[in-house]
């Protein structure tokens, strides 16, 4: 009776934090972006530093019509919002927040359940795509699928990097494992895991399949109310995800700079936070890369850096064993 307990206990949390964690980061991108560019609008809703400008989107959406295109598929149209935002739920269960017991569920194999079915979450956006009957939105989904292809691979090299460091796949035993004299010589792999990441959640700059002055929302074109907002969640709870696995990664996890795990999931809150800011950081400060730069950037610096981030893990294993 109390393993059923300690299951539905670590399942709750996991949901709550699945609910609340992108909503903060949402509100959060509202406010940073506010005051970057001078934005007056989300500063006013609700009196006080417009704090009532999330629960106004929530309301926005929710009391706009439900369409489905004539011409298209109707239930795999309907099905592309969960298949994009369920993923991300997964992967929360196995990421560690703290020493211990601290996980919604330890998965021996760590990395390979996250990375796959972080890439199952990106289907969701090729099928809305290519359900929608709508041509801009076909366009969208090759894009979102040439992207995938693209930035899915120095993802894996720089997980397998500090896999091949630590001596395990396993996240927990990663962090268990970590040094902070690792992040000298792992923050090239640290900083390509970042930036595929955003890639595949098509986050700004990488935004080119849902390019609004181009092809006016990509995949995502047509759809309205509720399962536009499941869209828009699913790339909020996709940056929680990528700051998490990350933080988990490449910065220690649970560890302080101080020495001892008392502070434990604070210290992964804070770190993944700054990495949420940086994420909201840099779609207001780059503009949009056009698709050969994008693809540019993956095949000929991400994937050699990715590349040469394994073989220096190699030659720093061998010397210092």
Same mark, same amino acid.
């Given at each position: 009776?109390?393993?059923? !307990?300690?299951?539905?206990?670590r399942l709750l949390?996991?949901?709550?934090?699945?609910?609340v964690l992108p909503l903060?980061?949402?509100?959060?991108?509202?406010?940073?972006m506010a005051?970057?560019q001078?934005?007056?609008?989300?500063?006013y809703?609700?009196?006080?530093h417009?704090?009532a400008q999330?629960v106004a989107?929530?309301?926005?959406?929710?009391?706009?019509? @439900?369409?489905?295109?004539?011409?298209? @598929?109707?239930?795999i149209f309907?099905?592309?919002p969960?298949v994009?935002?369920?993923?991300?739920l997964?992967?929360?269960l196995a990421?560690?927040?703290?020493?211990?017991?601290?996980?919604?569920?330890?998965?021996?194999?760590g990395?390979?359940?996250?990375?796959?079915v972080?890439?199952v979450?990106? #289907?969701?956006? !090729?099928?809305?795509g $290519?359900?929608?009957?709508n041509?801009?939105s076909?366009?969208?989904?090759?894009?979102t699928?040439?992207?995938?292809m693209?930035y899915?691979?120095?993802?894996?090299l720089t997980a397998a990097?500090?896999?091949?460091a630590?001596?395990?796949?396993s /996240?927990?035993g990663?962090? @268990?494992?970590?040094q902070?004299?690792?992040?000298p010589?792992?923050?090239?792999?640290?900083?390509v895991f970042?930036?595929a990441? #955003?890639?595949? /959640?098509?986050r700004?700059?990488?935004?080119?399949?849902?390019a609004?002055?181009?092809?006016i929302f990509?995949a995502?074109t047509?759809?309205?109310?509720?399962?536009f907002?499941?869209f828009?969640?699913?790339?909020?709870?996709g940056?929680v995800?990528l700051?998490?696995?990350?933080?988990?990664?490449?910065?220690?996890?649970?560890?302080?700079?101080?020495?001892? @795990?008392?502070?434990? $999931?604070?210290w992964t809150?804070?770190?993944?936070?700054v990495?949420a800011?940086v994420?909201?950081w840099?779609?207001v400060?780059?503009?949009?890369?056009?698709?050969d730069q994008?693809?540019?950037?993956a095949?000929t610096?991400?994937?050699?850096?990715a590349?040469?981030?394994?073989?220096?893990?190699?030659?720093?294993?061998v010397?210092?064993q």
């Amino acid at each position: 009776m109390s393993d059923t !307990l300690d299951v539905v206990l670590r399942l709750l949390a996991v949901f709550v934090a699945f609910l609340v964690l992108p909503l903060v980061v949402g509100q959060a991108e509202h406010k940073v972006m506010a005051h970057m560019q001078g934005r007056l609008g989300p500063m006013y809703a609700g009196g006080f530093h417009g704090w009532a400008q999330l629960v106004a989107d929530g309301v926005k959406f929710a009391q706009k019509e @439900d369409i489905v295109p004539a011409g298209a @598929d109707r239930r795999i149209f309907q099905l592309a919002p969960a298949v994009a935002l369920l993923p991300y739920l997964l992967v929360l269960l196995a990421i560690p927040v703290g020493p211990g017991n601290a996980v919604g569920q330890a998965v021996d194999a760590g990395i390979f359940f996250v990375l796959a079915v972080m890439g199952v979450g990106v #289907l969701g956006s !090729l099928m809305a795509g $290519w359900a929608s009957a709508n041509k801009f939105s076909l366009l969208g989904g090759l894009r979102t699928a040439g992207q995938l292809m693209a930035y899915e691979l120095p993802m894996l090299l720089t997980a397998a990097s500090v896999a091949m460091a630590a001596g395990t796949v396993s /996240l927990s035993g990663i962090v @268990d494992a970590f040094q902070w004299w690792w992040v000298p010589w792992q923050i090239v792999g640290a900083v390509v895991f970042f930036v595929a990441g #955003l890639a595949e /959640l098509q986050r700004p700059p990488f935004d080119m399949p849902v390019a609004d002055s181009e092809i006016i929302f990509g995949a995502y074109t047509e759809y309205t109310g509720l399962r536009f907002a499941l869209f828009l969640l699913s790339e909020y709870a996709g940056i929680v995800v990528l700051c998490g696995l990350t933080t988990v990664l490449f910065l220690g996890g649970w560890h302080g700079p101080f020495g001892g @795990d008392g502070m434990g $999931w604070v210290w992964t809150l804070l770190k993944a936070a700054v990495l949420a800011f940086v994420v909201i950081w840099l779609r207001v400060t780059y503009p949009r890369l056009r698709e050969d730069q994008l693809q540019k950037l993956a095949w000929t610096v991400l994937i050699p850096l990715a590349l040469a981030q394994i073989a220096l893990t190699g030659v720093v294993k061998v010397v210092t064993q």
